[in-house]
């Protein structure tokens, strides 16, 4: 379902890719690289970063503050765990960032795919260009997608207890 609802989006909206290349203008070059960097480092933390044992808090090891939500209510938030999924996938634990957090394992993906596009597009590649109603789209999908995983999380964890 969710890829036919991807698919019709795709055709009626779908991305512009440049056929030629410009010639390489400065400022573009540097921002893809500075992009590169900026995910490197990230992927790079994530890497050396010890997931937490109980499957959300790892973030607390970046001196970033408790969850308010979880601690003001008990309940997980929506990113409950992100961190955690992505510090086992950067470690090449899969199963283990699935079971943690689906969202937060999308992410690191959506990251690694970030390392090859700049690397591609400072290689000479094309670039993707998506309109700004596109990008609407993409984040309304991503919204509703992280809405209801974690609703069904509460779903199972209400079951659970």
């Not at 283990?96 to 937060?104: E, F, Q, R």
Request: hydrophobic letters at 55%.
């Amino acid at each position: 379902m969710k890829s036919i609802a991807l698919l019709y989006l795709l055709q009626a909206y779908p991305p512009q890719v440049l056929l030629y290349r410009e010639k390489v203008n400065k400022d573009k070059l540097y921002y893809h690289l500075q992009v590169l960097l900026g995910v490197v480092v990230i992927v790079f933390v994530l890497y050396f970063l010890p997931p937490s044992s109980n499957g959300y808090g790892t973030h607390q090891k970046l001196f970033l503050p408790p969850c308010f939500f979880r601690k003001l209510t008990g309940l997980p938030c929506p990113f409950c765990g992100a961190t955690t999924a992505m510090a086992w996938v950067a470690k090449g634990k899969w199963l283990t960032a699935l079971h943690v957090h689906l969202v937060g394992t999308l992410v690191f993906v959506f990251l690694l795919f970030q390392v090859v596009y700049r690397i591609w597009v400072l290689g000479g590649g094309k670039e993707i260009r998506f309109s700004s109603r596109q990008w609407d789209i993409i984040i309304l999908v991503a919204f509703l997608f992280s809405l209801i995983y974690w609703l069904f999380k509460l779903y199972l964890l209400v079951i659970h207890k």
